[in-house]
């Protein structure tokens, strides 16, 4: 497994993962993904003052969120697909401002913070949410974006040690305890405190969350207020194994909706 530098993975996950292998006269056919990622890039350094529709730039999303943005692990994209407005909203807020994603622990992050050029302003952020919102959750993720990463990414936060095993009974207490005021009983979520819909998110992009929320890479920001809360939250899941815990359970609430 090659052991690659944080920039050159960037580079590897917006261009393709399979570069290491390849030979300079190897010049692989495109996908109809990438070709219309192509064609909505150079639409936009055409036409970089009119506006994007939310329909268009959500296939570029779909390099790392996967075609239907069901979500990508092999890419670290999260599911987007049926997520609240308002939460995605506030998210690529987030990360157009420079609150999310301008931390070097946080790899697939700064992917989303150096993109930020194409979400323009509120009006395209607005659209691209909007339209996010419509496609349908829930439907499995693709076979090409199940699995580990094609690389090795030497950071604490990558993910927790293989030999951990969430215990559902246990994270249902610990979920019941400290999880439930702002997600709910049914991990749904709670626009009134910024807590985001748990039924279609992986257990491999909670996890990384958590432990970000927990050591201070996600939420340290002063003007990420509802990151914050969640920062003090996550600082009570002690250790990997109650994260651990704590993603299990809520993988039995995806289960079970």
């Not at 350094?45 to 692990?73: M, W, Y």
């Not at 909203?89 to 194409?118: K, T």
């Not at 910024?194 to 958590?210: H, I, W």
Request: net charge negative; charged share 20%; glycine share 10%.
């Amino acid at each position: 497994m090659h052991r690659l530098p944080p920039v050159l993975v960037v580079v590897l996950l917006c261009f393709g993962c399979n570069a290491p292998d390849q030979t300079p006269s190897e010049t692989p056919p495109e996908t109809p993904l990438e070709t219309s990622l192509e064609s909505t890039l150079e639409s936009s350094i055409e036409s970089p003052n009119e506006a994007v529709t939310g329909e268009e730039l959500a296939v570029v999303c779909g390099f790392c969120h996967g075609d239907s943005l069901q979500g990508n692990d092999r890419r670290d994209g999260p599911a987007l697909a049926g997520l609240e407005p308002w939460y995605l909203e506030l998210q690529l807020q987030n990360y157009r401002n420079g609150i999310r994603g301008n931390v070097a622990e946080d790899v697939p992050g700064q992917i989303m913070y150096f993109s930020r050029g194409m979400l323009r302003n509120d009006a395209t952020i607005k659209s691209l949410a909007e339209h996010i919102s419509t496609m349908e959750p829930g439907k499995p993720m693709a076979a090409n974006g199940v699995g580990e990463r094609p690389f090795l990414w030497d950071s604490p936060y990558a993910g927790l040690d293989p030999s951990i095993s969430g215990n559902a009974e246990e994270g249902k207490k610990t979920y019941s305890t400290i999880c439930v005021a702002c997600h709910g009983a049914e991990g749904k979520g709670l626009e009134a405190l910024g807590a985001a819909n748990l039924l279609y998110l992986s257990d491999v992009y909670m996890v990384r969350q958590l432990m970000y929320f927990r050591g201070g890479v996600r939420g340290a920001h002063p003007q990420d207020t509802r990151g914050q809360q969640m920062a003090a939250i996550a600082k009570m899941l002690t250790d990997d194994q109650t994260i651990a815990d704590v993603v299990a359970y809520i993988s039995e609430l995806q289960e079970n909706q």
